[in-house]
């Protein structure tokens, strides 16, 4: 019965109107390689904040979105007034003011009633119905997939006493942050690159803590775990937050993007080159240091505003040279032990999206993109590990392997997604939607095999029925 509906799900799906315009990549977004005819390459890929200017003006040409209202459900709003009062914080609203706001508005929400309350004290008016969704990526129907995993979530997690962190949550976050401090002072006083390495795992750790905590309210002020490392947690919410993890493997995931050409992950882009298992360590590993000088850059340039959390990183070098160690040692120790921590971050994340069993655009011969904002995290997202224990999370997994409910409701913390996991799968063969669960030894060898598919080969496996 799986299989049949999941068919004709297929079939319903593919005779679907598509919402491309929605979906495709932003003007300037793969600029740094391919450029539009006659001009020129840009040196550096769209960061951030560039990626979030040029959203606000497709969704204002698509949609008619004003550059100081918020689209949501094809409604306007000014919610200038409720910026301090936001329970979340100011910035999520300041980032998405100017865009179709649907899909952060949902996924960032579990407490619909709540929202629904205070959402029309702020309405301006109705967007122009020709365009008022034109937007938008995903259906969000009452009676699809997502909405309906989403009300019962919201009724679990309610009884089990909402979705904040646990204190074991928090023993986690001390421990990754002690650990870290104590293998710094080491490398510190050593100068060795052995204790180098083990603060390069406490920095992933941290990572993984500072991800989990930067999806949620500003007042978890663990998301500062993450400006221990060469990245901004700042950054993340707008390339990770409100652009990965709301279109994964879209045209529109400046995730993908970025990494081109060096590594092509998406099935509708050029195949990749035969060094690629090698540059992808190697890019794995720099793309930190790379990260910050470009940071640094924009400050000097007046491009970028100074943000106190910077300093968490910056100081690093400056404590290294001030207990004896030399300027070049310095350097060289911090970029090595933050090099580690980024490509381990890269080697248990990576596989979750990019291998064979990820879909991608260009994978519709195969599979057709789904509307619902579920199914298609769940055709683009994978899981492994799940039954792994909250400490095993931080420090081997950096909380990237029960990962498709936490694509589903980035603002769960990580101690609480193991309660969502049955729901989840009760609603997949409610709705027919087939998920397979893969060993992390698959991800990633389906990770090189999605890497190294030779030209005209799509390179993906559909989820088979029943399996989970």
């Not at 409720?82 to 914080?89: A, E, F, K, M, V």
């Not at 999370?393 to 029960?402: A, I, T």
Request: charge should be neutral.
């Amino acid at each position: 019965v799986g299989s049949r509906c999941v068919v004709c799900l297929f079939v319903l799906v593919s005779k679907m109107a598509p919402r491309a315009a929605g979906r495709s990549e932003l003007a300037g977004q793969r600029d740094h390689w391919r450029p539009p005819p006659g001009e020129r390459r840009q040196l550096m890929p769209q960061d951030s904040f560039e990626w979030l200017q040029a959203k606000r003006l497709r969704d204002r040409s698509l949609a008619g979105v004003p550059e100081n209202l918020w689209l949501i459900h094809g409604k306007l709003y000014d919610l200038t007034g409720y910026l301090d009062r936001h329970p979340g914080g100011p910035e999520w609203l300041e980032m998405t003011r100017g865009t179709d706001a649907t899909a952060a508005f949902e996924i960032h929400h579990l407490d619909e009633a709540k929202v629904n309350a205070i959402l029309p004290k702020y309405f301006v008016r109705d967007a122009a119905p020709d365009h008022a969704h034109d937007a938008q990526a995903y259906d969000w129907s009452q009676n699809g997939f997502y909405k309906s995993l989403k009300r019962d979530a919201f009724e679990l997690l309610k009884a089990a006493g909402g979705w904040g962190p646990t204190w074991q949550m928090h023993a986690c976050n001390t421990a990754a942050l002690v650990g870290f401090l104590l293998c710094f002072a080491a490398t510190c006083l050593s100068g060795s690159y052995l204790w180098a390495t083990a603060t390069g795992v406490m920095v992933f750790g941290l990572m993984g803590v500072g991800h989990n905590a930067f999806h949620q309210a500003n007042s978890n002020l663990w998301r500062y775990a993450f400006d221990l490392s060469m990245f901004s947690s700042h950054h993340w919410r707008v390339s990770h937050a409100l652009s990965h993890h709301m279109f994964p493997n879209l045209d529109l995931d400046t995730e993908a993007s970025q990494v081109e050409p060096h590594v092509f992950f998406m099935r509708n882009q050029p195949t990749n080159h035969a060094f690629v298992t090698i540059t992808w360590h190697v890019t794995n590993f720099l793309l930190g240091p790379l990260e910050f000088a470009r940071r640094m850059l924009g400050l000097a340039r007046g491009t970028e505003a100074w943000r106190h959390e910077y300093a968490l990183c910056a100081v690093q070098p400056l404590i290294l040279m001030l207990v004896g160690n030399g300027l070049w040692s310095s350097i060289a120790l911090w970029v090595f032990f933050q090099g580690v921590g980024m490509y381990l971050l890269l080697v248990v994340s990576t596989p979750v999206h990019r291998s064979v069993y990820g879909w991608t655009e260009g994978c519709q011969e195969k599979m057709a993109a789904a509307d619902d904002f579920g199914h298609h995290t769940a055709l683009a997202t994978n899981d492994y590990s799940v039954h792994a224990n909250l400490l095993c999370q931080v420090f081997l997994f950096g909380g990237f392997n029960d990962h498709v409910t936490h694509h589903l409701f980035p603002t769960v913390d990580m101690s609480k997604q193991r309660l969502l996991r049955s729901l989840f799968l009760t609603k997949c063969k409610e709705f027919g939607i087939d998920y397979e669960l893969h060993p992390f030894k698959d991800l990633l060898i389906g990770t090189v095999r999605a890497m190294t598919r030779p030209k005209g080969t799509l390179a993906y496996s559909a989820p088979r029925p029943g399996v989970n």
